[in-house]
């Protein structure tokens, strides 16, 4: 049985593209991976420190935007430090419209209430770096400003200061801050990370060396629910929920006809 | 000969040697020569940045003057590049200028939608190859169906035995179930393999067995 590529493009489309017009607001449950990151941040005051590493670039910024967006404006509510980093020259770019946007809603003060730290050249050395001396990997933010100037570094300078490290990824960088903070050091670390990457994470989690993780937009809409903000991510679900349904009726309507074509031979 | 084989051996021999014994000495000399490892990779990281940006420019100043196939592509990446080099030092980076706004109404855009075609990719492929062949073709089959309709709000409601039988796991349950288990214990086992591969060609590469990393002919 042969379906016209075209076709099943414009099918895939229509199940992406109706859905922002016709939502269905169904509702979306957490699951414990990410109720994990939730409470850990929940239980945090406003003395504690999270660092956000936007590690990705605009390919997957569509799945994992979103999640930046909810931790960032949770961390925000909460009145916890958070200190922007990225490992991805691309990554700052990307979130700093969201931090700008966040910021104003929540009446934050850049230097003050969090930090942007931008990207350096480095990788997993700057990560190294980071947990011995913060402010000599970032001697300044990305705007420019001295980071021992700024009144939120003030006492924080390495890896006793941070209590959670979260990795949002799109490939395999979460696994540097496992390797070179966590295990070493023992800062809390908890990742982000697009959906196909999720599945590779399991085996960290159930060891508890993250822990927790935002697996995809799913992943992200979870987290929206239970901070009470439904934005990006939630109205991203919506397309998601049809564009599988159309998927699986595909691979159904293909085995339909593996199966029917294969007895019809057999038969002959 | 000298230059190209036996010094970069020699370096990688020695600093994989010191680097390894550095680990598991918890004396201050120790840490201090880690923390200049720390800061000359940084250093020498950046000046490989540097190469790649003449690279870049190089190689499409060549496939210009040549006039390889699609050589007005790279009149284009060359001129938009420096374009935005231009606007990044007269304007800065920040949101509202020039620079940030072709970031994030071209670079970006362009990003996704490649990134975006692979949806399309996907459903034509699961349409045209996603087929129960063998057992184990319709065990994955039926595994990938359940962990795609774990993984969106539609699967409760399309959980009807739920209705009949309250207390039965709905396919968010089974989808995370099966990432939980079967799949965390076939990753764990792919996980130690790796490992396993990755400290032997670690060994190979200080004992200047694997020489891959010099380039071609070695």
């Known amino acids: ?23 269905m607001g169904l509702p979306i449950p957490a699951t414990k991976e990410v109720k994990s990151v939730y409470n850990y941040i929940e239980g945090l005051t406003s003395n ?12 997957v910024s569509p799945e994992l935007l979103p999640m930046f967006d909810a931790m960032f404006r949770h961390c925000l509510r909460k009145g916890v430090k958070v200190l922007v980093t990225s490992q991805m020259v691309q990554g700052p770019g990307l979130v700093e419209p969201i931090i700008h946007e966040a910021a104003k809603e929540y009446r934050k003060t850049n230097g003050v209430d969090y930090a942007f730290l931008g990207w350096q050249y480095g990788y997993s050395l ?33 890896y006793e200061d941070y209590d959670l490290i979260t990795s949002i990824t799109g490939s395999s960088t979460y696994m540097m801050w496992l390797m070179y903070a966590h295990e070493p050091y023992n800062v809390p670390v908890a990742c982000g990370v697009t959906a196909v990457s999720a599945a590779d994470v399991y085996p960290y989690i159930q060891s508890g060396q993250f822990i927790g993780m935002l697996g995809g937009l799913k992943g992200a809409a979870e987290y929206e629910t239970l901070i009470g903000e439904k934005r990006m991510a939630t109205m991203g679900m919506e397309a998601q929920n049809w564009a599988h349904i159309a998927i699986i009726l595909f691979i159904i309507i293909g085995n339909i ?12 | 000969m000298l230059w190209k084989k036996q010094i970069p051996l020699a370096i990688t021999f020695i600093m994989g040697v010191i680097l390894g014994i550095q680990y598991f000495v918890p004396h201050r000399i120790s ?14 990281g950046i000046f490989g940045g540097i190469l790649a940006f003449i690279s870049f420019y190089r190689v499409h100043y060549m496939r210009i003057k040549k006039k390889a196939p699609a050589w007005p592509y790279s009149v284009v990446a060359i001129g938009v590049s420096l374009v935005m080099i231009l606007f990044g030092f007269i304007q800065g980076k920040e949101t509202g200028t020039v620079f940030s706004n072709m970031y994030f109404y071209v670079l970006v855009s362009i990003e996704g939608t490649m990134f975006s075609l692979l949806a399309f990719y996907i459903s034509s492929a699961a349409y045209r190859a996603f087929r129960a062949r063998s057992v184990q073709a319709t065990a994955l089959l039926i595994a990938a169906v359940i962990v795609m309709l774990g993984r969106i709000p539609l699967g409760e409601p399309l959980s009807v035995w739920k209705l009949i039988w309250p207390a039965a796991p709905s396919f968010a349950d089974i989808a995370n179930w099966i990432l939980n288990v079967p799949n965390m214990a076939a990753k764990r086992a792919m996980l130690l393999g790796i490992g396993l591969g990755m400290m032997m060609l670690s060994l190979k590469i200080i004992l200047g067995i694997e020489r891959s990393y010099m380039g071609s002919g070695d």
């Open chain 1, 1 to 23: 049985m042969k379906i016209d590529r075209r076709v099943i493009y414009l099918i895939i489309a229509l199940a992406m593209i109706l859905p922002f017009f016709f939502p």
């Open chain 1, 48 to 59: 504690d420190v999270v660092i956000i590493s936007a590690d990705f670039d605009p390919s």
């Open chain 1, 126 to 158: 700057v990560v190294i770096n980071m947990m011995e001396n913060l402010k000599q990997t970032y001697p300044t933010d990305y705007y420019g400003t001295r980071t021992d100037e700024l009144p939120i570094l003030r006492r924080v300078n390495n």
């Open chain 1, 257 to 268: 006809g593996y199966i029917a074509i294969g007895r019809k031979k057999r038969g002959a």
């Open chain 2, 31 to 44: 840490d201090n020569l880690f923390n200049t490892y720390v800061d000359w990779g940084i250093v020498i």
